[in-house]
């Protein structure tokens, strides 16, 4: 598990997906979709929409193993 605060305000005001794709470019927009949804990526410890807008001071708390965490966010 990956628990990350946004406390950068460039961050803030971005839809929770791109941050995701942003923050783990190796993932794909279909698996970003499932984990919002099933509750693999939760914020402020709740499930939100993919629309959903992040702001300074959120908690988003990513619910994978660490080594796959590892694997998406490697640069190839």
Known sequence: MLSLTI???SDAD???DKFLKKYLPNAPLGGI???LRTGKVKVNRRKVEQTYRI???DVIDIYLYDEEIHALRETK
Do not use: A
């Open 7 to 9: 406390d950068n305000p």
């Open 14 to 16: 971005q839809r929770i």
């Open 33 to 35: 979709y499932k984990w």
């Open 55 to 57: 702001e300074e001071g």
